[in-house]
């Protein structure tokens, strides 16, 4: 690959993506490491708010830097968004400034200094992980807080008057397809390049194994009321075992556990060990009611988990939903659990998801489209 012998790239980061142990830092990691792959020299610049640094960035980067972020209260009071005025840095901008390299905003949160004049002229590309105020809207419904539903309401709402700075940018690559046709109807030149992610190819265990999975970040509203959901009317009066792996499960979520003696919580385990649990599950269980961007968790079950039991709202708009059983109904989707139990996942359901995913979610293959549009 001789020809991206001299091809640069900043990167801009909302978080430090390394160890890639949750949605969105995990496309940013494997979107780095496939572009370094394939002869591309990145400069990373992270935004870093309780994640250490990471060795391994050294590694792979031809730079890395970090940035505080602002998070004082009283950036509330900015017109601009919490995340985006929180992540305002004089020392990225003179970094950026040194060279005329193309850059990649990770996210609406990273686009403070997308539309700075001095930037005019240079090569923009933003990743849209999702549609931050449709995201932050739904983060608000799901909220039992009154004060953290208030300030989501307010961010949306600021997410909403901000997201037209995207206008400034040469291309939006939306996550997912029906991202991509939101974008398109509001800013020309969007592209949708899908998600990044961990797995290299379709790998399903052989056999059949006695218990359905869930995981997620239990602190997140969205993913304690799909929990709550599975334990109180999924799972509810089956002999069926169900495990839930997660850190800062509700105070709701483990009184219902501890009443229901087919259900386990497994707290803050680490990352090898969730992608074991996907893979020796007989079914991954993954109902959101959030339809936004796209879950890398299913991602991750399709390519490495046995049966994908799933509701309307986690496959909506993604494509992926003829290689899932989608129900909406808790009865439905027991039903479905309870006949995947007995199946082992092999043949022609499999033969089709390595047919979609290796060709739609290649690393390889998504990077070098990156590259195209640079």
């Known amino acids: 690959m001789n020809h991206l012998a001299d091809r640069h790239l900043h990167i801009v980061s909302f978080d430090v993506p390394a160890p890639p142990d949750y949605g969105g830092v995990i496309d940013v990691y494997f979107k780095v490491k496939a572009l370094t792959e394939i002869g591309v020299k990145v ?36 017109a601009l968004p919490y995340v985006v005025v929180s992540r305002r840095s004089d020392a990225l901008m003179d970094r950026l400034l040194k060279d ?24 923009r590309l933003v990743r849209a992980h999702n ?24 961010e ?28 398109a109807g509001h800013f020309g030149h969007v592209t949708h390049v899908p998600a990044f992610h961990s797995c290299g190819q379709v790998n399903v265990a052989d056999g059949v194994s006695d218990f359905a999975f869930y995981h997620g ?50 707290e803050n385990i680490g990352t090898e060990e969730i992608h074991r649990l996907v893979r020796d599950a007989q079914v991954n269980v993954l109902p959101t009611f959030q339809a936004t961007g796209i879950k890398l968790k299913l991602l991750l079950c399709l390519f490495t988990g046995r049966h994908v ?32 139990m007995a199946a082992p996942a092999n043949g ?24 195209g549009l640079l």
């Open 100 to 123: 005329d390299h193309p850059i990649l905003f990770e996210g609406l949160h990273s686009c403070y200094s997308l539309g700075d004049p001095r930037l005019h002229g240079r090569k």
């Open 217 to 266: 970040a239990l602190g997140v509203a969205e993913n304690d009321q799909a929990a709550l959901f599975l334990v109180q009317k999924v799972f509810h009066g089956t002999t069926m075992k169900l495990v839930i792996a997660g850190s800062d499960a509700s105070r709701d979520l483990k009184r219902e556990v501890a009443k229901a003696p087919n259900v386990e919580l497994r």
């Open 348 to 371: 022609q359901a499999i033969e089709r998801r390595t047919q979609v995913l290796e060709e739609r979610f290649s690393n390889v293959r998504n990077a070098e489209r990156i590259v």
């Open 156 to 183: 949306a709402r600021k997410l909403l008057r901000f997201e037209p700075v995207l206008s400034e940018a040469d291309h939006v690559l939306a996550i997912s397809p029906k991202d991509e046709a939101y974008f």
């Open 309 to 340: 039991v799933c509701n309307s709202p986690m496959v909506e708009g993604t494509g992926l939903a003829e290689l899932c059983h989608v129900h909406d109904s808790p009865e439905a989707m027991r039903l479905s659990i309870l006949a995947c």
């Open 43 to 78: 400069h990373l610049h992270c935004f870093e708010y309780g994640r250490p640094r990471a060795k391994e960035l050294d590694r792979m980067c031809a730079s890395v830097h970090y940035y505080p972020r602002r998070t004082g209260k009283h950036q509330l009071l900015n």
């Open 131 to 154: 549609v931050e105020h449709d995201y932050y809207m739904a983060l608000a419904k799901a909220e039992g807080n009154a004060f953290r539903r208030t300030y989501f309401i307010n």
